[in-house]
């Protein structure tokens, strides 16, 4: 099915453990996003990317690397998790031609013991 | 620094009234202010936008009034449904930029 897709949807890991989320879409945006998702603080920016090879930091990026090396994935890499970066993680994509919107995928639900 | 406050966090409204959620910008130079709406266990989605040129938009049941000189805009939910029953997120941005989301409100319509 065409969209934005995430994985893994669940996961729990361990303080200092490396961990990757997954987003992939088949609309071939330019411009893809990630962004953590926590009560009282809303939707906050991690990083994106306006191309391939073309990334940028958000709002809260201490602590996430991202790559982007084909249009249609922007993995998000915690590379030493800590308790803090639990959270939902909802990657988003949107087109070159700025009508606004973000399209979301469902999200990673991300759990640091 | 929150560019963009949105109240309430929680709010429930009956059966067949109006919701108001209202949201505050900093940043003038904001041009485009989306709202999104998000069921549990799912991603936003866009509900209803406007840019700055215009006081107010409706679509449907749906109205996002805004007051550029007061740099507020809100969300009014007419006859107001169980199946409105979420989380809805105000958000602003710069022309192509990334946007800024407020704090969400969690709405619930009860009978």
């Known amino acids: 099915d065409a969209g934005i897709t995430q994985s893994p949807r669940y996961k729990i890991t361990e303080t200092g453990r490396q961990v990757t989320l997954m987003c992939h879409q088949t609309?071939?945006?330019?411009?893809m996003f990630w962004y953590r998702q926590d009560l009282g603080h809303g939707l906050r920016l991690i990083y994106y990317?306006?191309?391939?090879?073309?990334?940028d930091k958000g709002e809260v990026p201490d602590g996430y690397v991202v790559s982007r090396s084909k249009t249609e994935n922007f993995p998000l890499t915690l590379e030493s998790a800590t308790r803090s970066q639990t959270s939902v993680y909802f990657c988003?994509?949107?087109?070159?031609?700025?009508?606004?919107?973000?399209?979301f995928g469902e999200g990673s639900r991300l759990t640091v013991l | 620094q929150q560019q963009v406050k949105q109240s309430p966090q929680s709010l429930i409204v009956q059966k067949g009234g109006i919701s108001i959620i209202n949201c505050a910008y900093e940043?003038?130079?904001?041009?485009?202010f989306p709202w999104y709406q998000q069921f549990p266990g799912k991603g936003p989605a866009l509900l209803i936008a406007?840019?700055?040129?215009?006081s107010e938009k409706k679509e449907g049941r749906f109205t996002i009034s805004f007051n550029k000189s007061a740099k507020q805009f809100s969300l009014h939910i007419m006859d107001s449904q169980p199946g409105d029953s979420a989380t809805y997120f105000c958000?602003?941005?710069?022309?192509?930029?990334?946007?800024?989301f407020g704090t969400g409100t969690r709405l619930t319509i009860i009978p």
């Open positions: 988003a994509s949107r087109g070159r031609t700025n009508t606004g919107e973000l399209f």
């Open positions: 609309w071939s945006h330019s411009y």
């Open positions: 990317s306006a191309a391939a090879d073309i990334t």
């Open positions: 940043n003038t130079a904001f041009d485009y």
């Open positions: 406007i840019r700055p040129d215009v």
């Open positions: 958000a602003a941005s710069l022309g192509n930029e990334k946007l800024t």
